[in-house]
């Protein structure tokens, strides 16, 4: 019975618009949070790293992030600590998980957690690379992105870290090779539609004008035949 019921009441599609919706604006503060910390990381930093949550709320130099001092330290955990501007990838597939619960459309779950996961590690570590010498406040490929390149670089030179970028691109895009072919075919299809409706354009114009020819033409020939009978 126990399990008639939950089965009943996770199947109600209520119930399931309410977590997508709940999951939605997870993703949105977590997002908005996050895009905060990027100017106001610096300042939050030293009271987010002494203070437990609690402790953080009730300073009288609150947190500047506008997610307050959970949006301060939950974003301090995407951005620094973990996948940095990576992260931002992980946010958009919980949300889209929360749409698609909104909408009631499945998604290759599986498939999609994979590249969400695959390209949120790739950017870090490309990023990692790009600002590995960088002054930036911002990490922007988070600690995991600068410590991968830090061990690469410290063992195999900046060369080994930038083939090894270059290997993790590869691998990013031959992950997304199939989708990729499908945007090209979908904007080749969409360009030729254009020309189409170009085309047909252009001979509808000139049909009109062949006609507005003829119309004039017609009535020069009936002003001329009536002079002519004049």
């Not at 009730?58 to 949006?71: E, R, V, Y």
């Not at 600690?143 to 590869?170: K, M, P």
Request: hydrophobic residues 45%; charged residues 15%.
């Amino acid at each position: 019975k126990k399990q008639s019921i939950l089965t009943r009441f996770f199947s109600d599609r209520r119930v399931i618009n309410f977590l997508g919706v709940a999951i939605i604006l997870v993703a949105t503060f977590i997002a908005l949070a996050s895009i905060s910390h990027i100017s106001n990381g610096i300042k939050d930093q030293s009271i987010t790293i002494n203070n437990s949550i609690i402790e953080s709320s009730k300073l009288p130099q609150s947190t500047q992030n506008i997610g307050g001092a959970f949006g301060a330290y939950i974003s301090q955990l995407a951005l620094s600590q973990w996948l940095g501007i990576g992260s931002f990838i992980l946010i958009i597939y919980i949300g889209l998980i929360g749409v698609s619960l909104v909408i009631s459309k499945k998604i290759n779950f599986w498939p999609l957690t994979f590249k969400c996961l695959i390209s949120s590690i790739a950017l870090s570590i490309i990023l990692g690379l790009i600002t590995y010498s960088s002054s930036s406040p911002v990490i922007w490929g988070g600690r995991h992105g600068y410590y991968v390149n830090d061990f690469f670089i410290s063992t195999t030179g900046t060369l080994g870290a930038i083939l090894f970028n270059i290997l993790i691109l590869a691998l990013v895009v031959f992950i997304f090779l199939k989708d990729i072919y499908k945007m090209y075919l979908l904007y080749k299809k969409n360009i030729s539609h254009l020309k189409k409706l170009d085309n047909k354009i252009i001979n509808e114009n000139n049909t009109n004008d062949g006609y507005e020819d003829r119309i004039t033409q017609l009535s020069e020939d009936k002003i001329s035949r009536k002079s002519v009978k004049s």
